[in-house]
T-cell receptor
């Protein structure tokens, strides 16, 4: 089954404790992206990657890092999480027809 | 700057037709997308417009006017399961950066 998976689905952590949210897709898509979704603000793009070893900042990259060492994986790293990074995070990959497949989401709470 | 506007909430009756509007001002334009998102779930793709005009896909249609920076999503024969948020998004032309609107929450009433 074609899918985008994210782990963990839910995470509660404390300020300053480094964390990684994994994202994996099995569709051999070149393009992958991370978004955060906050009430009233909609989805905002954090980082995207057009291919292996190619990453670019989206609209809200501050406080986040990503890596793309292989095509299927695109982890999101928060080196020192802060409460304003409490949000719902979505990973997505893009088909050649420009259709984005979204993962199920990761709900992160930073205390 | 980048700005996409949609109505915050809309209500319609089962069996009716509803039009959800989206206006955008972005630094570039490479296509406009509509997504459906049920509460607590991931967005799912509905439509993609690059050229002006109407794209029809079953009960859903999407219209684009690039000169006016305007799009709408038309939902016909509304069903209760259409109650969801509808997200308008623009792909700018700087390497596939996607900008989303705040979403329109549609409630379908019996």
């Amino acid at each position: 089954e074609a899918q985008v998976t994210q782990n963990p689905r839910y995470l509660i952590t404390v300020t300053g404790k480094k964390l990684t949210v994994t994202c994996s897709q099995n569709m051999n898509h070149e393009y992958m992206s991370w978004y955060r979704q906050d009430p009233g603000l909609g989805l905002r793009q954090i980082y995207y990657s057009m291919n292996v070893e190619v990453t670019d900042k989206g609209d809200v990259p501050e406080g986040y890092k990503v890596s793309r060492k292989e095509k299927r994986n695109f982890p999101l790293i928060l080196e020192s999480p802060s409460p304003n990074q409490t949000s719902l995070y979505f990973c997505a990959s893009l088909t050649q027809d420009n259709e984005q497949f979204f993962g199920p989401g990761t709900r992160l709470t930073v205390l | 700057g980048q700005n996409i506007d949609q109505p915050t909430e809309m209500t319609a009756t089962e069996g009716a037709i509803v039009q959800i509007n989206c206006t955008y001002q972005t630094s570039g334009f490479n296509g406009l997308f509509w997504y459906q998102q049920h509460a607590g779930e991931a967005p799912t793709f509905l439509s993609y417009n690059v050229l002006d005009g109407l794209e029809e896909k079953g009960r859903f249609s999407s219209f684009l006017s690039r000169s006016k920076g305007y799009s709408y999503l038309l939902l016909k024969e509304l069903q209760m399961k259409d109650s969801a948020s509808y997200l308008c998004a623009v792909e700018d032309n700087y390497g596939q950066n996607f900008v989303f609107g705040p979403g329109t929450r549609l409630s379908v009433l019996p």
